[in-house]
């Protein structure tokens, strides 16, 4: 073999032993994920929405006092009422001994009925209890009357010429217990999050003229532990504060022109938007107390109707709110809010982080056929709507869990470039699992449903924006050929070259010969 034989067989060699190794080092990892799975996902988390849109969790208790002559004669009208409606799951007659103690408020009422209710272990913890009492008792609840408690559990006393509002009584309190919690088209609050972080800002215009201070560590203590501690098994909540001084609205003040206030200063809530200028993203609440100067006090802020908001606070849709405090003149030499003063603003504080979380209002209403009043509990946030929340809470989750891993299927599967390494379809193996186990304990076990929830949202989300996969996105075939041609473009080009030449020489020589 002549020499120049030799340096291109050696040039082979490279060739056929450099290129595999440059290839494995260049080639995109691609591990086995469960495709098919991550594109059925969204269709099976639909399917248990759906579940819940219609299931059966309201259970009537027909209430019947023994030694009263008044007795519930239609328990047979609304059992088979009961039957009927598609978000009742039973009825159950309970007999209880008529005393005096009967004759109550509605609070003392709510608790009455959550220990009578509770007596019996057997009853499930995740059901809502409709309390139907004997007609003509006015003195435990007007007739026609839904009255909804801080528990699991409502009651209503019927007038028996009027059974059939019972059917429109079942919907008014599906709609509240179920329908009005954490709304999807809402506008309002935050889509739903494994953590939420409330910041409290202590804005004040001018110190000189007003409080430097505030009791905060206290008032969190007493005014908003106790509303986020129910909620704490739902979402992981983190609080700071924050006080910033010399800052004040610059426009949209204007002169009240009624009340007979002349020094008093009004603004529209359209122009506090530009005002609460602070750090936002998912899950930030805001929470601003505004200390006017005494140049603009007294100041209140103006509803759409230009009418005064009587708590003189303002939301802002998935941002948080504003409430403006005026100091009274005989308070400036005091520099520091107290708890005291503290109270009215952080009702309002909690008030608006309701909504944003998806809790409405507990305002009651009246029908064409009976009317609704809602209980209050003291921390801010009754039994029934924790239950309803974590579950809607838990169903956001999931839901744009499977949303995103099937995002990522798509990408995946149109996209040769994206890398799959061993820790990304570790996640994707994991975040599906979660979605899976989720959807089977959606019906069983709300504190699994709502930890497999968390767990697979935290998961996609950052499978979604993983740092290993992003980068690759632009690294399609062209731009590999762009950056690799200039390497092995001129060596191959110069080695096929000198093999067509090698040929030639070859040929001649044989020809000689």
Same mark, same amino acid.
């Given at each position: 073999?002549?020499?120049?034989?030799?340096?291109?067989?050696?040039?082979?060699?490279?060739?056929?032993?450099?290129?595999?190794?440059?290839?494995?080092?260049?080639?995109?990892?691609?591990?086995?994920?469960?495709?098919?799975?991550?594109?059925?996902?969204?269709?099976?988390?639909?399917?248990?929405?759906?579940?819940?849109?219609?299931?059966?969790?309201?259970?009537?208790?027909?209430?019947?006092?023994?030694?009263?002559?008044?007795?519930?004669?239609?328990?047979?009208?609304?059992?088979?009422?009961?039957?009927?409606?598609?978000?009742?799951?039973?009825?159950?007659?309970?007999?209880?001994?008529?005393?005096?103690?009967?004759?109550?408020?509605?609070?003392?009422?709510?608790?009455?009925?959550?220990?009578?209710?509770?007596?019996?272990?057997?009853?499930?913890?995740?059901?809502?209890?409709?309390?139907?009492?004997?007609?003509?008792?006015?003195?435990?609840?007007?007739?026609?009357?839904?009255?909804?408690?801080?528990?699991?559990?409502?009651?209503?006393?019927?007038?028996?010429?009027?059974?059939?509002?019972?059917?429109?009584?079942?919907?008014?309190?599906?709609?509240?217990?179920?329908?009005?919690?954490?709304?999807?088209?809402?506008?309002?609050?935050?889509?739903?999050?494994?953590?939420?972080?409330?910041?409290?800002?202590?804005?004040?215009?001018?110190?000189?003229?007003?409080?430097?201070?505030?009791?905060?560590?206290?008032?969190?203590?007493?005014?908003?532990?106790?509303?986020?501690?129910?909620?704490?098994?739902?979402?992981?909540?983190?609080?700071?504060?924050?006080?910033?001084?010399?800052?004040?609205?610059?426009?949209?003040?204007?002169?009240?022109?009624?009340?007979?206030?002349?020094?008093?200063?009004?603004?529209?809530?359209?122009?506090?938007?530009?005002?609460?200028?602070?750090?936002?993203?998912?899950?930030?609440?805001?929470? @601003?107390?505004? /200390?006017?100067? $005494?140049? !603009?006090?007294?100041?209140?802020?103006?509803?759409?109707?230009?009418? &005064? +908001?009587? *708590?003189?606070?303002?939301?802002?849709?998935?941002?948080?709110?504003?409430?403006?405090?005026?100091?009274?003149?005989?308070?400036?030499?005091?520099?520091?809010?107290?708890?005291?003063?503290?109270?009215?603003?952080?009702?309002?504080?909690?008030?608006?982080?309701?909504?944003?979380?998806?809790?409405?209002?507990?305002?009651?209403?009246?029908?064409?056929?009976?009317?609704?009043?809602?209980?209050?509990?003291?921390?801010?946030?009754?039994?029934?709507?924790?239950?309803?929340?974590?579950?809607?809470?838990?169903?956001?989750?999931?839901?744009?869990?499977?949303?995103?891993?099937?995002? @990522?299927?798509? /990408?995946?599967? $149109?996209? !040769?470039?994206?890398?799959?390494?061993?820790?990304?379809?570790?996640? &994707? +193996?994991? *975040?599906?699992?979660?979605?899976?186990?989720?959807?089977?304990?959606?019906?069983?076990?709300?504190?699994?449903?709502?930890?497999?929830?968390?767990?697979?949202?935290?998961?996609?989300?950052?499978?979604?924006?993983?740092?290993?996969?992003?980068?690759?996105?632009?690294?399609?075939?062209?731009?590999?050929?762009?950056?690799?041609?200039?390497?092995?473009?001129?060596?191959?080009?110069?080695?096929?070259?000198?093999?067509?030449?090698?040929?030639?020489?070859?040929?001649?020589?044989?020809?000689?010969?």
């Amino acid at each position: 073999m002549e020499s120049n034989d030799k340096i291109l067989f050696l040039y082979f060699i490279f060739i056929l032993i450099g290129f595999p190794i440059w290839y494995s080092m260049v080639a995109v990892p691609r591990n086995d994920i469960p495709l098919s799975a991550m594109e059925n996902l969204p269709q099976q988390v639909q399917h248990v929405n759906d579940l819940f849109e219609s299931s059966k969790i309201i259970k009537i208790i027909a209430i019947e006092f023994e030694g009263h002559f008044t007795a519930l004669k239609s328990f047979t009208s609304i059992q088979n009422l009961c039957k009927e409606h598609k978000h009742c799951t039973g009825l159950e007659k309970l007999r209880v001994k008529f005393d005096e103690k009967f004759l109550v408020t509605n609070n003392e009422i709510d608790q009455l009925l959550y220990d009578l209710i509770n007596k019996n272990s057997s009853r499930p913890n995740d059901l809502f209890y409709l309390v139907v009492f004997p007609p003509h008792f006015d003195h435990i609840t007007p007739n026609d009357r839904l009255v909804i408690g801080t528990h699991s559990h409502a009651w209503i006393s019927l007038s028996p010429h009027n059974l059939d509002v019972l059917n429109l009584v079942l919907d008014s309190l599906w709609k509240r217990i179920w329908t009005d919690i954490a709304p999807i088209d809402s506008g309002i609050r935050f889509p739903a999050q494994p953590r939420y972080q409330i910041v409290f800002h202590l804005v004040i215009s001018d110190p000189s003229t007003s409080a430097s201070d505030w009791e905060i560590e206290n008032a969190v203590n007493k005014y908003i532990n106790p509303f986020i501690k129910p909620l704490s098994s739902m979402a992981e909540f983190n609080i700071q504060s924050q006080i910033h001084f010399y800052k004040s609205i610059a426009s949209g003040l204007a002169k009240l022109q009624k009340n007979g206030e002349e020094d008093a200063w009004v603004i529209g809530s359209h122009n506090l938007h530009s005002f609460i200028n602070v750090e936002t993203g998912p899950g930030i609440i805001n929470c @601003v107390l505004y /200390l006017p100067d $005494s140049n !603009s006090r007294p100041l209140y802020i103006l509803d759409t109707n230009q009418e &005064i +908001v009587k *708590s003189n606070s303002f939301m802002l849709p998935r941002l948080g709110g504003i409430v403006v405090m005026n100091i009274n003149d005989n308070k400036l030499n005091v520099n520091k809010l107290s708890l005291l003063d503290l109270q009215k603003p952080f009702e309002s504080f909690i008030a608006q982080t309701r909504e944003l979380i998806g809790l409405p209002p507990l305002i009651s209403e009246s029908t064409k056929t009976h009317q609704i009043e809602l209980l209050a509990s003291k921390n801010g946030v009754c039994e029934w709507e924790i239950m309803s929340l974590k579950k809607k809470h838990s169903l956001e989750l999931l839901t744009k869990s499977a949303s995103q891993l099937m995002s @990522v299927q798509k /990408l995946v599967s $149109s996209l !040769s470039v994206i890398p799959i390494t061993p820790e990304i379809a570790t996640s &994707i +193996v994991n *975040s599906v699992s979660d979605v899976q186990k989720g959807i089977e304990n959606a019906f069983t076990n709300t504190t699994e449903f709502l930890e497999n929830a968390k767990s697979s949202s935290t998961r996609s989300h950052e499978i979604i924006f993983h740092h290993q996969m992003i980068p690759q996105l632009y690294m399609i075939l062209e731009h590999k050929i762009a950056i690799y041609a200039p390497f092995f473009l001129p060596f191959l080009v110069k080695y096929l070259v000198s093999v067509k030449t090698q040929i030639k020489n070859r040929r001649k020589k044989q020809v000689k010969e």
